[in-house]
């Protein structure tokens, strides 16, 4: 029944198509199909935007347990694209406020969860003086980072001399000191596992690596498929 269509714009193509003064009918197939489409892609922009709105309130509400957050990020990635694609169907205000919402949370979240990379890629789609805060925060973010990494480096050179001068003190142990033998052998056990605690630390260096490769594939565009 047509007084339960719930769409203005499908009465409006109805009701132009049925009108009785053939002067206000489509004057051509082309003009209905237009309209048609036109039709089609505002259902599905405001699907979408349905949709994106209820993923984005649905891990909103939810904790701050770790793999949560993580769920959280990866909810809002998925609702600016479909924010984007519904932008692109049907080109409305809704879209695009709600694409700039949602990227704005996106990169709050990015931030507090450490993934800089990819607050730093989505920051790039925006304009930075509208968005002042968001930049502070994430060049605060950056630096602490770098200043962690220093501390780090650091760490790692002292603990390299450290292990060195027991070497280096072992062997000139061994030679000179033949009678705590026993004692030296201990301490050198002791310099091999602090070498394997060194070792481990190339795992850190293969995350570095692993967020420098994060550029070549964040954020999703078409242009790095």
Same mark, same amino acid.
């Given at each position: 029944p047509f007084n339960l269509c719930s769409s203005k714009t499908l009465q409006h193509i109805c009701q132009r198509s049925l009108s009785p003064d053939i002067s206000k009918?489509?004057?051509?197939?082309?003009?209905?199909?237009?309209?048609?489409?036109?039709?089609?892609?505002?259902?599905?922009?405001? $699907?979408?935007?349905? $949709? $994106? &709105? &209820? =993923?984005?309130?649905?891990h909103?509400?939810?904790?701050?347990?770790?793999?949560?957050?993580?769920?959280? =990020?990866?909810?809002?990635?998925?609702?600016?694209?479909?924010?984007?694609?519904?932008? &692109? =169907?049907?080109?409305?205000?809704?879209?695009?406020?709600e694409e700039l919402r949602a990227t704005r949370m996106l990169i709050k979240r990015a931030v507090e969860m450490g993934d800089l990379d990819i607050a730093a890629a989505y920051l790039e789609e925006l304009n930075r003086e509208e968005h002042k805060d968001l930049e502070e925060q994430l060049v605060r973010a950056q630096e602490q980072r770098r200043n962690e990494l220093d501390a780090f480096k650091r760490s790692k050179r002292l603990t390299t001399s450290v292990v060195v001068l027991v070497i280096l003190g072992l062997s000139f142990a061994g030679i000179v000191i033949n009678q705590a033998r026993q004692e030296a052998t201990a301490q050198h056990q002791l310099a091999q596992d602090r070498l394997m605690e060194l070792s481990s630390l190339s795992d850190i260096q293969f995350v570095q690596q692993l967020r420098s490769d994060m550029d070549e594939l964040w954020p999703l565009r078409e242009h790095k498929i």
């Open positions: 009918r489509y004057q051509s197939t082309e003009d209905f199909e237009k309209d048609l489409r036109g039709y089609f892609h505002a259902e599905q922009s405001e $699907a979408l935007i349905s $949709a $994106a &709105q &209820q =993923l984005m309130n649905l909103d509400h939810q904790g701050s347990h770790a793999q949560q957050e993580h769920s959280h =990020l990866i909810a809002l990635i998925e609702s600016v694209s479909m924010f984007q694609q519904a932008h &692109q =169907l049907w080109p409305s205000k809704t879209a695009k406020v």
